[in-house]
């Protein structure tokens, strides 16, 4: 027989330097679970919470989450919209200098059936509940009549002859009634 290392067989089993055993010994859980046949779902809060990375986002997202929902709900408090007759209305309290005014800004749908015709508007300033007892006053009612026409877009301003934080705005025709609930913007 020759020395020569051509002689082996070349279809011998190949040599391992180490064994897949040893090596799991070493992986983690997950990789022991998955070789194993069982696999392990993460819970929720894992996958969320597994990364510093991971932790930024969620919370950011929740951040500008909690942000636009709190301007959502502040800038509704401020204007209210409301549809009225088919109409679309922003209604909102505001004030000029020492003036308080109530400002309504009519447009109309885009498609459909929407009210054209006089409109009776009354506001007063919602009074503080009074103490067993004690006789409620007479709240201050002011009322105004504006005529809505078929122009897309319309705007009123009305002066208010009192003062307030919070008032109820009440519309009326002849078909239908509808009320809001304003608080005045600082």
């Known amino acids: 027989m ?38 392990i779902r993460p819970s929720l809060s894992k996958s969320l919470f597994a990364t510093k990375g991971n932790v930024l986002v969620f919370i950011s997202i929740f951040l500008v989450f909690a942000f636009v929902m709190g301007n959502r709900f502040s800038g509704r408090a401020r204007e209210q919209g409301i549809r009225f007759g088919g109409n679309n209305l922003a209604v909102t309290v505001f004030s000029i200098e020492e003036t308080q005014f109530l400002g309504i800004v009519k447009t109309i749908p885009a498609s459909g059936e929407f009210y054209t015709g006089p409109v009776d508007i009354a506001v007063s300033p919602v009074l503080p509940r009074s103490k067993e007892g004690e006789e409620q006053p007479l ?17 009123y301003r009305l002066s208010l002859p009192f ?24």
Do not use: M, W
Request: net charge positive.
């Open 139 to 155: 709240p201050k009612i002011y009322t105004h009549r504006v005529v809505f026409s078929s122009i897309e877009s319309e705007t």
């Open 2 to 39: 020759s020395d020569n290392k051509n002689d082996e067989d070349p279809y011998k089993d190949p040599v391992f330097y180490y064994s897949r055993e040893r090596r799991l010994k070493r992986a983690s859980q997950r990789v022991q679970a998955l070789y194993d046949g069982k696999s």
């Open 163 to 186: 003062e307030g934080n919070d008032f109820l705005v009440l519309f009326s025709t002849e078909h239908e009634q509808r009320s809001v609930r304003l608080r005045a913007n600082s």
